[in-house]
């Protein structure tokens, strides 16, 4: 079996330091080349891997669409696709990484293959390897592949290290492709035009019309001031006409530009507005082509001041296929339209169309370019505000300076970070002024989880949530944010889960632009990176605070040797005791140091750990008395060579020698125990000689001088004979506690319910003396000593029996439940019950808790009873509650196939 290696040891601040980096980079980087080479080379050089590759989904409509296919390699094997593309109609770690938006790590082949199976078959050696999806607005856009030469531990800093630059990588990407397309739209549009416009100056009739609208209109960009020039430039090759320019504003078609031969009355009404349904303006909308109506009928197109025109042409203007505007031509003559006109009209609308199609891809493309600009914007600020985490180790410090940021490239308003703390949103942090006192107080005093959508719902869907216009009086009383005309609100995620909510109101009234959604969405995914880097190197200083507290404080001493036994590091307060001063001992060898110590001159560990074991021993330093436990770690470079070897060792001087003390008094304990016992035995055993001697003697005084003796002696003679009796039950007693240990049997397999069944018959007479009623319930078996389980169950059913309550018949019940590698049992009754205090008391030896007079016994059953638990193994406690009753529980070993 192919054990993972211990990754290398690369420090955070290293892999902090090649973050910062590659960042920087990113952020910088104009091209997908220029992207995956950054993060590819960052990648191979921090954790040294043997190559790295980036897959990019194949788009929708292009062939292989939906596939990976690899754009940017690094490292060995310039055919890196068979390393890690799946046999096809499998799976693979590229697609499933991608697929799941989930990182996948594979720490040897052997894990590989168990994923996949089907790779086992192929001829190409696998490896360890990282697959890690590379995410872009939701979506998986492609995939990140680390391989490994050897087997290889993929440590948490490695695995947020590779998380963070996968999520960065993706936002790069996204933003040279976004400027890569933007590109070849405006590329595009441009040949598009410019072929467009060669084909019109071939229009002989409407050159010069075209000619002169396209000269008159200039660098202009106002469609109003556009359509005026087009009116103008139309006027001037057809005087005879009037014009108008009219626009959709909700159910009616408005005039905004007019010939200035328009009558007032004609004005009036064309600004006021024409139905959808009037007949040619509806024939010119439905049909998206121009209507050249010879006869005009004002009526019917809901123009009566418009009867002294005879014909009218409406065209409609598209901004692709979407119909955006029209424009109507009228003449007062009640003819055909000449070709001639035809042309002009036509020529002059289609570059009015043209242009407005123009300016209208030139604003999309501005805001495109202001959005790219504002998310580039928003990176470069958080890169700077990241850039030190020494000095943004406080995550609220992140925080704030995020809020800062947002509040610099948006409007006016105010930025807060809000978390729930006892069933309410706190802002934990806030930036700039609220705009109200009463809004203030709100947010102080928290408010309602569950009763406040704005924050709710994004953290509920773990989406941004943004409100063009907000409900004023949904979240707060209305009159506390009248304010407030627009909000953004949306989750900050770290490490997989929702941190808090970033929640940034604006005063002005305003919708949320594409170029507002992509600084905030930025800034918020690169402030949950940058809390989860905060929160890594604040448990890594952690980590170092405690090491060197250890190492300053602690016996113990940390060591760091090269690949030919040399030290390059010895620090901890162990090196006084060995006669060594701090860095005494670098650049000395280990054999050469200590080469008078009989267990170290030879070195065999420190050689073990330079061939690849991790070595442990524990060694006695004989000049001066100290005794250390020691590791030894290899440190192994990326083709499995060892570099380094990390040691600790510990002071055991005293552990040992307590432990050898520890041995000593056991055994002394041990024979001590065992001559007690011995001597209970025999004690036991010898004194019940003497003792029917005299119950003899008094016996044979009592009938053979019976009614001679005076009422005096007699008493005498009845009391030596109770008190021998007593005696010698004593004696059986103690007897019987000594052989708990020393009559014992081997363990074996038993059948409880059959023991409980023998001892249910021994006690008949007394159970139905008592008219008690006992339930058993099935028991498994167990190992064990059969006569001392029959003899404990024999004790506990015969005490649930003796201390019955007068007022009621006992009920006992015998039940088991599985313990772990025990069985529990129970024996439970509705006696008189025990009080707390006198729980232990009952467990030991002779100790009674009633008279002779009220129940019978000497007070060693239990005592027996615990002795017995305890020799298998187990124990035996109780739950009781006075007047009501008493459970006694009992655990012994179960079956090796109970267990199982």
Request: net charge negative; proline share 5%.
């Amino acid at each position: 079996m192919v054990h993972p290696a211990p990754a290398a040891s690369t420090p955070f601040s290293s892999l902090a330091a090649d973050l910062q980096a590659v960042s920087e980079q990113l952020a910088g980087a104009s091209s997908a080349e220029a992207v995956c080479g950054s993060i590819l080379a960052s990648v191979v050089g921090a954790l040294g891997a043997v190559s790295a590759t980036i897959a990019l989904l194949v788009a929708d409509g292009q062939p292989q669409a939906g596939e990976l296919k690899v754009i940017a390699h690094r490292g060995e094997g310039a055919d890196a696709q068979p390393r890690w593309h799946g046999v096809p109609g499998h799976p693979s770690p590229a697609g499933d990484a991608v697929r799941r938006r989930e990182a996948l790590y594979f720490s040897t082949p052997a894990e590989l293959t168990h994923a996949y199976p089907h790779l086992a078959a192929r001829p190409i050696p696998l490896s360890a390897c990282a697959a890690l999806p590379l995410v872009l607005d939701g979506q998986g856009i492609g995939t990140l592949l680390v391989e490994f030469r050897e087997a290889h531990v993929f440590r948490s800093e490695q695995q947020s290290f590779l998380r963070i630059l996968a999520a960065q990588g993706a936002t790069a990407l996204g933003r040279v492709q976004l400027l890569s397309e933007l590109e070849a739209r405006v590329a595009a549009r441009t040949a598009e035009l410019e072929a467009q416009n060669r084909a019109l100056q071939e229009e002989g009739a409407a050159l010069d019309a075209f000619v002169a609208y396209k000269e008159s209109i200039g660098a202009e960009r106002d469609v109003v001031a556009l359509a005026q020039q087009a009116i103008h430039v139309l006027r001037t090759s057809l005087s005879h006409v009037s014009a108008a320019y009219y626009e959709l504003d909700g159910p009616l078609w408005k005039a905004r530009a007019w010939s200035s031969d328009v009558s007032d009355e004609v004005m009036q009404q064309i600004r006021a507005g024409v139905p959808l349904d009037a007949a040619n303006f509806a024939e010119a909308a439905r049909t998206r082509a121009a209507v050249f109506a010879d006869g005009w009928d004002a009526g019917a197109n809901s123009l009566p001041s418009t009867e002294s025109y005879g014909a009218v042409a409406l065209v409609p203007l598209m901004i692709g296929e979407t119909l955006h505007s029209l424009f109507a031509v009228g003449t007062a003559e009640a003819r055909a339209w000449s070709e001639r006109e035809r042309a002009i009209v036509r020529a002059v609308t289609r570059g009015l169309g043209l242009t407005l199609e123009r300016t209208e891809h030139l604003r999309q493309l501005a805001q495109e370019r202001t959005t790219l600009a504002a998310r580039t914007a928003a990176l470069e600020a958080f890169a700077e505000l990241t850039r030190d985490l020494s000095l943004s180790a406080d995550p609220y410090g992140l925080i704030e300076r995020a809020e800062a940021t947002v509040l610099s490239l948006l409007p006016p308003g105010y930025a807060a970070f809000w978390e729930i703390q006892d069933g309410r949103w706190h802002a934990t942090r806030l930036t700039g002024d609220v705009g109200s006192a009463e809004l203030q107080a709100v947010i102080d005093a928290g408010l309602p989880a569950g009763q406040t959508p704005t924050l709710d719902i994004p953290q509920r869907t773990r989406a941004p949530f943004y409100q063009d216009v907000y409900p004023q009086g949904a979240d707060t009383p209305a009159r506390a944010v009248s304010h407030v005309n627009a909000v953004a609100t949306l989750p900050v995620l770290v490490n997989g889960e929702v941190r808090g909510v970033f929640n940034v109101p604006l005063f002005d009234v305003r919708a949320w632009s594409e170029s507002d959604r992509a600084v905030l969405e930025t800034v918020v995914r690169s402030l949950g990176l940058a809390l989860e880097r905060s929160e890594v190197q604040r448990a890594l200083d952690q980590t170092q605070h405690y090491l060197r507290v250890a190492a300053e404080n602690a016996p113990i001493l940390l060591f760091v040797t090269d690949a030919q036994g040399v030290f390059t590091l010895s620090e901890g307060r162990l090196l006084t005791q060995l006669g060594l001063r701090p860095g005494q001992a670098v650049g000395h060898s280990a054999t050469a140091l200590f080469a008078r110590e009989p267990d170290l001159r030879e070195g065999r560990r420190l050689a073990q750990a330079l061939a690849g074991e991790v070595a442990h021993d524990l060694t006695h330093f004989a000049s001066t008395g100290v005794s250390l436990e020691s590791w030894f770690i290899p440190v192994k470079d990326s083709r499995g060579a060892v570099t380094e070897v990390v040691g600790v060792s510990l002071d055991v001087t005293e552990r040992l020698e307590a432990q050898r003390r520890i041995e000593r008094a056991n055994e002394a304990l041990q024979r001590s125990n065992a001559e007690l016992e011995q001597f209970a035995y025999v004690a036991s055993h010898d004194l019940q000689e003497p003792l029917r001697t005299i119950t003899s003697f008094s016996q044979l005084l009592t009938s053979k001088y019976s009614g001679q003796l005076d009422p005096r002696a007699e008493t005498y003679v009845r009391l030596i004979n109770e008190g021998t009796g007593r005696m010698a039950q004593l004696l059986q007693d103690l007897l019987a506690f000594a052989r708990v240990t020393s009559g014992a049997e081997t363990l074996v397999p038993v059948d409880t319910g059959t023991v409980l069944a023998q001892v249910v018959g021994d006690l008949h007479a007394q159970i139905e003396r008592t008219g008690a009623q006992v339930r058993v319930d099935r028991l498994p078996a167990v190992l064990g000593d059969v006569s001392q389980l029959r003899q404990v169950f024999q004790n506990l059913i015969g005490n649930a029996l003796k201390f019955s309550d007068p007022a009621r018949p006992p009920l006992i019940r015998v039940s088991a439940a599985h313990d772990g590698a025990f069985i529990r049992f129970s024996v439970s009754d509705n006696g008189i019950g025990i009080a707390p205090e006198f729980y232990e008391r009952i467990f030991t030896i002779f100790q009674r808790l009633h008279g002779r007079e009220q129940y019978e016994g000497n007070g060693i059953g239990l005592s027996i009873t615990r002795k017995i638990a305890q020799r298998h193994g187990g124990e035996v406690w109780l739950e009781s509650t006075p007047g009501e009753g008493t459970t006694f529980f009992l655990t012994l070993p179960a079956m090796a196939a109970e267990t199982g």
